[in-house]
């Protein structure tokens, strides 16, 4: 077998899933999971111009690593990978990407929202929106997931709420 990429999870540059091990690599899966977050022109109803994502670099490469080992094990996945990009993005730039290869779809599904999930709310990466008004603000209000560790969807998360936001700031949901 050919050597895997060296794929870096943070990135300054524009993302692609070219950056990602080919399906080749993994001859028992016939199963592909693969979400792109992209930056949406709206946010709890102001009119957003675009994105800055900062990260401290080296504890959120390391955490995603460590993220994406937990996931591959969890969901018995032979592979998952996330990258986030940083810096300015503008309406419609890829935010993340996340990818998983599993012998069956549904273990590709899963192991794919459950990268995404725990990456958003985990990972020190931090957005601020920049909005048409010229006003901006850093997102608030992540809270750790109350679910970790079990196989719920992100549909059935409980609300979240102000109480929150005190503990914890992280990037916010990515839109589609």
Known sequence: MDELKSLTRISETRLSLDRFDAIQHFPECGGIGVFIGTVRNHHEGKAVKALKYTAYTPVAEKMIRQ???DIQQQYGVSYVRVMHRIGTLQIGEEAIIAVAY???RREAFAACEAVVER????VPVWKE???LDGSSQYVEGCCIRQDHGNARHVADLPPKTSQHAEHLHCHHSHSV
Not at 119 to 122: F, N, P, R
Request: hydrophobic residues 30%.
């Open 119 to 122: 990456v958003k709310h985990e």
């Open 67 to 69: 993220i994406e080992q």
């Open 129 to 131: 929106e920049f909005y």
């Open 102 to 104: 599993s012998a069956h």
